[in-house]
């Protein structure tokens, strides 16, 4: 019931919406279909979706979600997010501590969910920062310490599961900054298809990923900084490279400050203030994005 309220909801939204309401310009979304660009961001349900603006400014703004929890909409390219991440896992998981149970009890997860969401998810994160920060083995966690010193659970969700044309990703963060990281995640994910990169440090380091042969995409990019000039720089500076660099499927960590995260007190890292008024970040998003497709 919940998750058919929420897509009413989203359509109701989406129905509503004609021209931009707030931006004066076309879409993102729009733009980003016309080189079949992914564009997107990650609402938490339903507490984001039951607020009015922020529901109609997703349904306008973007062409694809990726859902914490319901994992079926409407109207929307969607990513299942992070089949493991250690701050999410139920407490019956924590309890376990044979290999064997481990593995039969997420690999039932991972079977269940892939056989109903088949033919409808775009591409899915299987493991989120498996690996440490600064790279060098495995990060300390539940399936670190039960599973051994590898991804071990990546090479059992195969291709076939997931469906003919979804994508397998792992999520990390830093991997086009470390070199070393980026061999030590290829070598420990064997089935790996895809990296989803955390940063945005410079896209053009991605191409290192790429000759990997690994697809590239942006996980999660905000700018936490208390420099209002700086950020709409770096918005239309990141989004311009990344484009550039090959990298069509981008997605923000959130695109409205009244919901925003951040460290850095009094950052307000997105690219709608509180009020729904757009900020300077997203006009330079919109004009690195149109400009991109619009290039002969």
């Known amino acids: 019931m919940k998750a058919t309220t929420l897509v009413i909801a989203l359509l109701a939204a989406t ?16 733009e980003a279909e016309k080189r079949d660009i992914l564009l997107g961001s990650g609402p938490i349900n339903p507490a984001y979706l039951d607020d009015p603006q922020f529901a109609t400014l997703f349904a306008e703004q973007f062409n694809s979600l990726s859902p914490k929890n ?3 909409w409407s109207n ?22 044979d290999p064997t149970a481990l593995r039969a009890v997420m690999m039932a997860h991972f079977e269940v969910v892939m056989r109903r969401c088949a033919g409808i998810m775009n591409s899915w994160d299987v493991v989120s920062e498996a690996i440490e920060t600064q790279g060098g083995g495995l990060a300390e966690t539940l399936y670190s310490n039960v ?11 195969s291709p076939r599961q997931a469906g003919p044309d979804a994508k397998l990703s792992i999520n990390e963060n830093l991997v086009e900054s470390l070199p070393g990281k980026r061999q030590e995640l290829r070598h420990k994910s064997p089935y790996l298809w895809r990296m989803v990169s955390q940063s945005t440090e410079s896209p053009y380091k991605c191409m290192s990923l790429r000759a990997l042969g690994l697809g590239v995409s942006i996980a999660g990019m905000d700018v936490h900084t208390l420099n209002d000039t700086l950020q709409t720089e770096i918005y239309g500076a990141v989004v311009d490279e990344a484009l550039h660099a090959g990298i069509i499927d981008i997605r923000f960590w959130g695109f409205m400050d009244k919901h925003e995260y951040t460290w850095l007190s009094g950052a307000k890292p997105l690219m709608f203030d509180e009020d729904c008024n757009t900020k300077g970040s997203f006009y330079a998003t919109h004009a690195a994005l149109a400009n991109f497709v619009n290039a002969l």
């Open 76 to 97: 929307m390219v969607v990513k299942g997010q992070d089949f493991t991440r250690t701050c999410c896992e139920p407490y019956y998981i924590l309890t376990i501590t």
């Open 70 to 72: 319901e994992l079926q």
């Open 147 to 157: 599973l051994g010193p590898a991804i071990s659970h990546m090479p059992s969700v």
């Open 15 to 30: 129905e509503a919406v004609g021209s931009s309401l707030v931006t004066g310009t076309t879409p993102l979304g729009e």
